[in-house]
């Protein structure tokens, strides 16, 4: 499998999120946001954590709009998988390839803490090495990390089945409790929590492992 990670000025978990994929078994590119094209033969963009462009006007706004991400909106739209992670996320929601929008944290800290999270729904490629209603210790370093969506759309992403994860314990205010949503096909994943983070047991844990595996595996497999 190959994977291709977005880098971006600010960008500061983009090493991670490539070495998680390396472990799993996928061959890496990193790619820089002034790039116009990802390389034809991806099978996954992965969009990284940090700051881009310094969080200026909203957090991934500035980000959605680089040369590169309408490559990655083009890859979205022809069924090709990707997965944003923390400001990924919010890159994801930025571009409108996932609904909502991530809002400053309810409590207005900054969080940067391990926090558990209940797996909602394993019928898609990124999750299916867990089992439904699994619960995972996996870390959180963000500001702006509640996720807001209307009731409206709370409710189709519950009847669609397309809520990722959930937080054991609401750490920021997110509407349902949503750490994780992806989208109608099930081929993009967007969460704040950094499963990149916990691929290693000198990281603390190892509850992100089985995501990128069972992620590679059904790439291959297909």
Same mark, same amino acid.
């Given at each position: 499998m190959k994977a291709? $990670?977005?880098?971006?000025?600010? !960008?500061?978990? /983009?090493? /991670?999120?490539? $070495?998680?994929? %390396?472990?799993?078994?996928?061959? $890496?590119?990193?790619?820089?946001?002034?790039?116009? /094209?990802?390389? %034809?033969?991806?099978?996954?963009?992965? $969009?990284?954590? +940090?700051? !881009?462009? +310094? /969080?200026?006007?909203?957090?991934?706004?500035?980000?959605?709009? !680089?040369?590169?991400?309408?490559?990655?909106?083009?890859?979205?739209?022809?069924?090709?998988?990707?997965?944003?992670?923390?400001?990924?996320?919010?890159?994801?929601? %930025?571009?409108?390839?996932?609904?909502?929008?991530?809002?400053?944290?309810?409590?207005?800290?900054?969080?940067?803490?391990?926090? +558990?999270?209940?797996?909602e729904n394993t019928d898609n490629a990124f999750l299916s090495g867990y089992s439904e209603g699994q619960e995972l210790s996996v870390p959180v370093a963000h500001h702006d990390g509640n996720y807001n969506v209307t009731d409206e759309k709370l409710a189709q992403l519950k009847s669609e089945g397309r809520i990722a994860f959930t937080y054991t314990d609401n750490p920021n205010g997110s509407t349902g409790d949503i750490a994780g949503v992806i989208s109608k096909n099930r081929r993009v994943l967007g969460m704040m929590p950094h499963p990149e983070r916990c691929v290693d047991e000198m990281h603390g844990g190892t509850d992100g492992v089985a995501m990128f595996r069972s992620l590679v595996d059904a790439v291959v497999a297909a």
């Open positions: 291709g $990670v977005l880098v971006f000025p600010g !960008s500061n978990c /983009d090493r /991670d999120l490539a $070495v998680a994929f %390396e472990r799993a078994g996928a061959d $890496v590119t990193m790619i820089w946001h002034k790039e116009t /094209d990802l390389p %034809e033969d991806l099978d996954i963009v992965g $969009v990284p954590g +940090g700051f !881009s462009f +310094g /969080d200026y006007l909203r957090c991934g706004a500035i980000a959605a709009q !680089s040369p590169i991400t309408r490559s990655l909106i083009r890859h979205t739209e022809r069924g090709g998988y990707a997965i944003g992670i923390c400001n990924g996320f919010q890159v994801l929601t %930025e571009t409108g390839i996932l609904p909502g929008a991530l809002m400053r944290n309810a409590n207005l800290k900054f969080i940067c803490k391990p926090v +558990g999270l209940k797996v």
